[in-house]
Structures are given as structure tokens and as C-alpha cells.
């Protein structure tokens, strides 16, 4: 339950549907924002419209693009209430000082309880403005540029705009999952016991064990392998696609190759320190750019040459739209060999996250069986998730 324009309504009823009219109307509103939403009732119970207002906007809306719809469907449930002000009046008397809220005048004469908006959320310009007749206006804060540009499709980006963002997804890949070897090391943490410095100590003391020392396994970086696409389907994301392998090739120590109708190494090129020149080289290095696709013949050229140890024990990422000019049936066969040899094999699609996406394509039907994830990699946003679950520590589980 909660007080005021709310009292005796469900909290999370109300909040999910009002998610749910969002999404219909095109507002991303997830899980997320909800529990927001409702955190923000629990914490601050709306005692008019008004308030509701400004806490459902400021937890279920984060692109600046849906502030109209947003402001549309909140009309919508509340048709039957007079027009929303979406400034607030102050409700402070005559010497008295309200210390936590800035009395804002507000172009109506209705005034809400308390005054102003709460200082935490004003600008310093309005905080420590002093009270006088002058109205004051909030400046509207809007979302950063990277936040819109990150759910644009890479089609719809120029090239500064990709290079920005191809430095936040490196700034992302931040740590990377380890395995364990065969190695040890002398730690007290360990369980072991290191048989060698143990005896070595013994015989200070007439061969009597009176220190044990005890012994871990070493554990390292996993290593990973990508594999992108660059070929004439795959030419909106091909330069995306070069700031993700970038991004591995230098903070994680990835090895990456780029294909069409063969196979190229770009990882001496990509770990060039500026991204502009990085790409450029990459773009100039593939002879066979935005041509057609050989999937199974560049896995195969891969396995078989001397890079293909590398894959042996590592995360093979391949980033392609499973459009293939070879058979589905050498594509089959070449995809279980590398899921034999590698730890595991991630697939990223440019089409996967379109609702209703079914691999229906036949070089992508081949390969999903010997894929251990099929991950949506159509937008920068995609790009950072899928970079984040590559992370993630499941990936660490055993030793193969």
C-alpha cells in the first residue's frame, strides 16, 4: 500500500502495468526499470500526480527519444485528471527555509506539498542559487550521447561515431576468465603440500617436517580466438565487428582473424594504439573484403594451419550472419571439429535479436549444433553484452 495519488494500489501492480503500455508503445521498460520504479515508491510514497510523474520518468525512461511517448501514455492513464504541470511551485511561506527542497516557481498557481524538487536532483546552478522573485528554470538533463548511440544499428552510424564506441566495448573488456594448469606454486593459501621446499626446510631441523608448506595450482588468462566476418552481407558490422576483435586483441591477448573467401590474421594489425589507424590497416590487410563466404573452408584453412594449437583449450568467437557458399554438410563437419578442439564456441549473429529470428539460414542450421551460445551482436549494446557474458565467470567451470 502506499499514501496519496496511490493509496490502497499495489506498488508492483501498478508499475508493472504501466511498464507493460510502455512497451507496447515502444519504450525499452524492463525488469530493471521496474524495480526502480517501485524502489522509488517505497522510498518516496507520491503524495500528487506530479510526483508520480517525475519518479516513473526518472526510472523507466533512459533515452531522451522517449520522453514524448512516455509523456503520451502517462497522459493516457490519467485521462480523466486535469493536465500534468511538469514544473513544481514552491510551497515555502514567507521566512521560512526549506533545507530540503529549492522553492521553484512554476508557470501554474497549484503548489505541491514540500516545494520545489529536491536539492539532490538540481544542478549546482540552481542549488546554490539564492531565493528571489526570478523564476528559475530546470535545465532538462538529458542522456549521454554514447547511451543513444549504443541501441543505433551500425548502418546508422558514421565512422568517429563506431571509433568512440569501439573505445568504451575496449574499456568494457576489462578482465578476462582463467583456467587452471599443471603447474603449482608455493602459496599458504594452497591445499597441496610442496613436497620439495617441505623436505628442503626439514633439514634445518633434523629432518623433522616442522613446517609445511603448501602449494596451488597456477592459473591463467583462457585464451580466445575470434573469427569475423567481413564479407558483402556482413558490411554494416564489419567495422564494428573490427573494434570488437581489436578490443580482445589488446586488453585480453586475443588472437583474431578476419575471413571472406580466406582466411587473414589481423592480430599484430589490431593492437595498433590508435583505433583509427588500427582499423584502417585491418581494412587494408583483407584483400577479400565485402566479397562472398566460405565459412567451412576458412575453419578448415584454420584448423589445419599453424595457428590452430591456438584454438586448443580456448574460446573461439565467431561473429558472422551464417550466410555460406560452402555446403551445409562441410560447414557441419568443420564446426565439430573446432567444438572438439575448443573449450567453448560462441556464435555471434547481427540477426539474432530480431524478434521472431530463427536460424533458418542453412549454413547457420549446421553450425548451431556445435555452438555452446548463439548471441545477438546487432548494436553496440549487443556487442557490450556479449562482451560481458564472455567475462563472466561461468566460463571458468573445469579444465578441457
Avoid at 360 to 388: E, H, K, N, S
Wanted: glycine share 6%; proline share 7%.
Amino acid at each position: 500500500m502506499t499514501s496519496g495519488v496511490l493509496r490502497g494500489v499495489d506498488r508492483a501492480a501498478f508499475a508493472v502495468a504501466l511498464a507493460d503500455r510502455l512497451r507496447r508503445a515502444g519504450v525499452p521498460a524492463g525488469l530493471t526499470q521496474v524495480d526502480d520504479f517501485v524502489r522509488a515508491l517505497v522510498a518516496a510514497p507520491p503524495a500528487d500526480r506530479s510526483t508520480l510523474y517525475w519518479s516513473a520518468r526518472v526510472s523507466l525512461v533512459r533515452r531522451h527519444a522517449d520522453l514524448a511517448t512516455f509523456d503520451a501514455v502517462f497522459q493516457a492513464v490519467f485521462a480523466d485528471a486535469p493536465p500534468l504541470p511538469l514544473t513544481r511551485a514552491a510551497a515555502t511561506g514567507p521566512g521560512r527555509r526549506d533545507e530540503v527542497h529549492v522553492p521553484l516557481p512554476a508557470d501554474t498557481d497549484s503548489a505541491g506539498s514540500g516545494g520545489g524538487l529536491p536539492w539532490a536532483t538540481l544542478p549546482p546552478a540552481v542549488a546554490e542559487a539564492e531565493e528571489s522573485d526570478t523564476a528559475l528554470r530546470l535545465p532538462e538533463r538529458r542522456p549521454a550521447a554514447l547511451a543513444g548511440l549504443a541501441d543505433r544499428p551500425f548502418e546508422d552510424l558514421d565512422d568517429e561515431q563506431v571509433a568512440l564506441l569501439g573505445e568504451v566495448l575496449r574499456a568494457a573488456v576489462r578482465r578476462w576468465p582463467t583456467r587452471r594448469t599443471r603447474r603449482h606454486r608455493v602459496s599458504p593459501a594452497g591445499r597441496r603440500i610442496a613436497l620439495r621446499p617441505t623436505v628442503a626446510r626439514a633439514r634445518r631441523t633434523g629432518w623433522e617436517p616442522v613446517e609445511v608448506v603448501r602449494e596451488r595450482q597456477v592459473r591463467r588468462p583462457r585464451r580466445v580466438v575470434l573469427l569475423c566476418d567481413v564479407s558483402e552481407s556482413m558490411r554494416a558490422q564489419a567495422t564494428a565487428y573490427l573494434h570488437l576483435m581489436r578490443a580482445f586483441a589488446t586488453v585480453a591477448d586475443a588472437e583474431v582473424f578476419a575471413f571472406a573467401t580466406r582466411l587473414t590474421r589481423l592480430t599484430t594489425v589490431l593492437r595498433h594504439s590508435s583505433p583509427v589507424e588500427a582499423v584502417d590497416r585491418a581494412g587494408a590487410a583483407v584483400t577479400d573484403r565485402f566479397g562472398g563466404t566460405l565459412i567451412a573452408t576458412n575453419v578448415r584453412t584454420l584448423l589445419a594451419s599453424h595457428h590452430g594449437d591456438l584454438v586448443r583449450g580456448a574460446v573461439v568467437v565467431i561473429g558472422s550472419d551464417g550466410w555460406d557458399s560452402d555446403p551445409p554438410d562441410d560447414l557441419a563437419a568443420a564446426m565439430a571439429r573446432l567444438h572438439r578442439r575448443a573449450y567453448r564456441v560462441v556464435w555471434l549473429n547481427p540477426r539474432a535479436g530480431v524478434p521472431g529470428f530463427a536460424p533458418r539460414v542453412a549454413g547457420m542450421a549446421a553450425a548451431l549444433p556445435y555452438c555452446d551460445r548463439l548471441l545477438p551482436a546487432g548494436t553496440f549494446q549487443d556487442l557490450l553484452d556479449a562482451a560481458g557474458q564472455l567475462q563472466s565467470v561461468t566460463w571458468t567451470a573445469g579444465l578441457k
